[in-house]
């Protein structure tokens, strides 16, 4: 049995990094150029697994070089892989991403390509089942939408990361437990222009247990139905931001496995993604628990 398990994006990523952004119609020399997975599902599963959930991805990978590359890098970090279709004939979900040293900011360009869809079988409705928590980020939408409807008929958690506008996907909204928007989600979709009232219009028409609102270097809000709270970031000297966001909905399923309550699970989360800035690549960065309890006791935090 797998604690935590995810439907979602896995993307084959190149990062390059740069003393600044190019200016357009000019040539500029690389300081680093690395492959690594990337992805909002697949990476907050590895940041669960490296904090010691037990985590499997769901889904299918073409059986290309950047297939075959996220499938060995999931199991680099632990994630099953036992619920992956590997497809011929497909190509992957790719992109390449930009880091500026300058700035400490990125800039991603993106090929969702030809992706193999999957059906989700028996197997893979079962690991649903047997699962505390299922992630879900709006990519792959009718498979997140099966298996949230397989995972809510079981007593599963449904983290939704939504941190994109997809076309549809207020079919996967009202299957959220934990819903963790992006500050850019949560105002755009509800259409007002402060997160504390998006927060609580989200929490209100789809009924969530807990609406969670990341605000990147401030932090975030956190709204159960009574009051609405700010949780903080963590000043840190970033080299990457890249994934910060897709680590922290990571670290939070790991804490709600840990049976924390929501508001320590965001402490947790932000102090997880605040380190895996300090180091190049979504995956590679994420600290261990270990480093994150030091990392909050050392700014008088204990957990």
């Known amino acids: ?15 390059i990094t740069t003393p600044f952004y190019p200016i357009e119609d000019t040539k500029l020399r690389a300081t680093h150029v690395k492959e ?40 680099r970090f632990g994630v099953s892989t036992d619920f992956v279709d590997m497809v011929e004939g497909k190509s992957s979900f790719s992109s390449y991403i930009v880091l500026s040293e300058e700035s400490a900011s990125r800039t991603c360009v993106f090929n969702k390509a030809n992706l193999p869809n999957f059906e989700i079988d028996e197997k893979k409705a079962d690991a649903i089942r047997s699962a505390q928590v299922l992630m879900v980020d709006g990519n792959e939408l ?30 996967l909204l009202p299957y959220s437990d934990i819903l963790i928007p992006s500050e850019e989600f949560a105002l755009g979709h509800t259409g007002v222009d402060n997160a504390e ?11 969530p247990e807990i609406v969670v609102i990341t605000q990147g270097k401030k932090g975030g809000i956190i709204f159960g139905g009574e009051k609405v709270e700010k949780y903080p970031a963590f ?13 922290f909905h990571g670290a939070f399923a790991f804490c709600v496995t840990m049976g924390y309550n ?30 994150t309890i030091k990392f909050l006791k050392e700014r008088g935090i204990d957990v």
């Open 36 to 75: 690594c997975g990337g992805g909002p599902c697949a990476t907050g599963l590895v940041a669960s697994s490296k904090l010691g959930a037990s985590a499997a991805y769901i889904g299918a990978l073409a059986k290309d070089s950047g297939g075959e590359f996220l499938l060995a890098d999931m199991k």
């Open 197 to 207: 009232d998006a927060a609580k219009i989200l929490f209100e028409k789809y009924k």
């Open 262 to 291: 929501y508001y320590k699970a965001c402490v947790v989360s932000s102090a997880v993604s605040a380190l895996k800035c300090t180091k190049l690549g979504a995956r590679d960065g994420v600290p261990t628990f270990e480093e």
């Open 1 to 15: 049995m797998n604690e935590i398990v995810g439907i979602g994006a896995n993307v084959y990523d190149t990062l």
């Open 235 to 247: 000043l840190v000297d970033a080299v990457d931001s890249n994934g910060s966001g897709d680590v």
């Open 142 to 171: 009718d498979n997140a939408v099966k298996g949230a409807k397989i995972a809510k008929e079981s007593g599963t958690k449904v983290l939704y990361d939504a941190g994109g506008l997809y076309e549809g996907i207020e079919k």
